[in-house]
């Protein structure tokens, strides 16, 4: 098993995407990339304690390869927007990839690459090494399935596992 820590905007719509996919075994939201231990969702929503939103995606590269996970991921939000996605701005919604060694830095490094033939402007993802991850509160796991009549849902995470399940259908799950 292979754990990948992407931040691309709200954790929320990074979560309902990867659980679509085959291969996928767990994803777990949280904040990584800061200051402050322990970090509680109110104060990353300040942005004063440097922590992105994230997910830590956990898959099987025998059933998806890590290229498509990374790939999806530069498909379900804009890597040219700096510190924000959409409405969502702040330091917390950063486009940033976490690595914990040079292995997946290069991975990392790859998909950047092969991200910027498909966005034009600059790509701002950063990476960064991973520190130390804090799972986000239980009610922010898995929130898309927990709340699918919630407003963000509908009108920002749907379209993107919608999007996803156009891209990337061979990689979907059955419904």
């Given at each position: 098993?292979?754990?990948?820590?992407?931040?691309g905007g709200c954790f929320?719509?990074?979560?309902?995407v990867y659980?679509?996919?085959?291969?996928?075994?767990?994803?777990?939201s949280g904040y990584t990339g800061g200051s402050m231990s322990n970090?509680?969702?109110?104060?990353?929503?300040?942005?004063?304690?440097?922590?992105a939103?994230?997910?830590q995606v956990t898959f099987d590269e025998e059933v998806i390869?890590?290229?498509?996970?990374?790939?999806?991921?530069f498909t379900l939000h804009?890597?040219?927007?700096?510190?924000?996605?959409?409405?969502?701005?702040?330091?917390?919604?950063?486009?940033?990839m976490f690595y914990t060694d040079d292995a997946q830095k290069a991975q990392f490094e790859a998909a950047l690459d092969r991200a910027g033939e498909y966005w034009e402007g600059g790509i701002v993802t950063t990476l960064e090494p991973l520190g130390v991850y804090y799972d986000a509160e239980e009610y922010h796991q898995d929130f898309f399935a927990k709340n699918p009549g919630q407003g963000y849902c509908l009108a920002v995470a749907l379209p993107k596992v919608n999007k996803i399940r156009k891209s990337y259908g061979k990689y979907v799950l059955a419904s």
């Open positions: 098993m292979t754990t990948f820590t992407l931040a929320w719509c990074l979560d309902a659980r679509t996919l085959q291969g996928v075994t767990d994803v777990v970090p509680s969702y109110e104060a990353v929503c300040t942005g004063a304690t440097g922590h939103e994230a997910v390869p890590a290229e498509v996970i990374l790939d999806v991921f804009d890597p040219r927007q700096l510190n924000r996605q959409g409405a969502d701005v702040g330091t917390q919604y950063r486009s940033a």
